[in-house]
Structure formats: structure tokens, C-alpha cells
């Protein structure tokens, strides 16, 4: 069992600069592929970014790519996503998750491979 709970949402500016956290119970995170998505009203869950055990890999949607940055902590049980140049069609509720059975890249993509879900945090950018 893995309880994923998320913080740092808020309201920014455009251009501006959010990190989020997901802090992650039980002894066995470092077994766990993290990713990020996030959901606007309306529209279906969308992979945001991805890492790999040990940090060596990264995955980024193209949305997001050289704007956000993903990391994680296995020491203290914690992801990270680093998001900076903000834009107002960056505004959702952003999740963090945990799968321990991916096995390729493009599956990192599809929520209903992930086994743990956090709460949510939201993340609103004003134009």
C-alpha cells in the first residue's frame, strides 16, 4: 500500500514559478514509478511528466517539456515536479501517482496503469 499526498498548489501569475510535492507512505517507494497528471474541468486526465526508480530517466509531455521538471527523493519519499514559466492552460488539479508494473515509456502515459493516486493539489494561472 502507497498513500500519495501532494502540496505547493496555489495561484501564480503567467511566467511564474510553482514546485509541487507528493509525499509518499510505505517502505517500498523506491520500487514505484512516479508520474504527474493533471485534470481540468471538463477534460479527461492528461500525463504531465514521469520518473524512473532511480531518477536516471525522465518523460515529459510535450505541453510541458523544458518548462517542468520532475524529481523525486527516495530518502524522503517524495516527488517533485518543478514547473516554471507558467501559462493560464497550465490551470488543473494536478495528481501525483505510483505504478509498480510499467514496464515501457508510452505506458507511463496511461493513468489506468498507475496503481496509487494522491488527492490533488490545485494549480490556477491568472493571465
Known amino acids: 500500500q502507497v498513500q500519495l499526498v501532494e502540496s505547493g498548489g496555489g495561484l501564480v501569475q503567467a511566467g511564474g514559478s510553482l514546485r509541487l510535492s507528493c509525499a509518499a507512505s510505505?517502505?517500498?517507494?523506491?520500487?514505484?514509478?512516479m508520474g504527474w497528471f493533471r485534470q481540468a474541468p471538463g477534460k479527461e486526465r492528461e500525463f504531465v511528466a514521469a520518473v524512473s526508480w532511480s531518477v536516471s530517466h525522465t518523460y515529459y509531455a510535450d505541453s510541458v517539456k523544458e518548462r517542468f521538471t520532475i524529481s523525486r527523493d527516495n530518502a524522503k519519499n517524495t516527488v517533485y515536479l518543478q514547473m516554471n514559466s507558467l501559462k493560464p492552460e497550465d490551470t488543473s488539479v494536478y495528481y501525483c501517482?505510483?505504478?509498480?508494473?510499467?514496464?515501457?515509456?508510452?505506458?507511463?502515459?496511461?493513468?489506468?496503469?498507475?496503481?496509487?493516486w494522491g488527492q490533488g493539489t490545485q494549480v490556477t494561472v491568472s493571465s
Open positions: 510505505g517502505r517500498t517507494f523506491s520500487s514505484y514509478r
Open positions: 501517482a505510483a505504478g509498480s508494473e510499467i514496464t515501457t515509456v508510452q505506458g507511463l502515459r496511461i493513468p489506468t496503469n498507475y496503481d496509487y
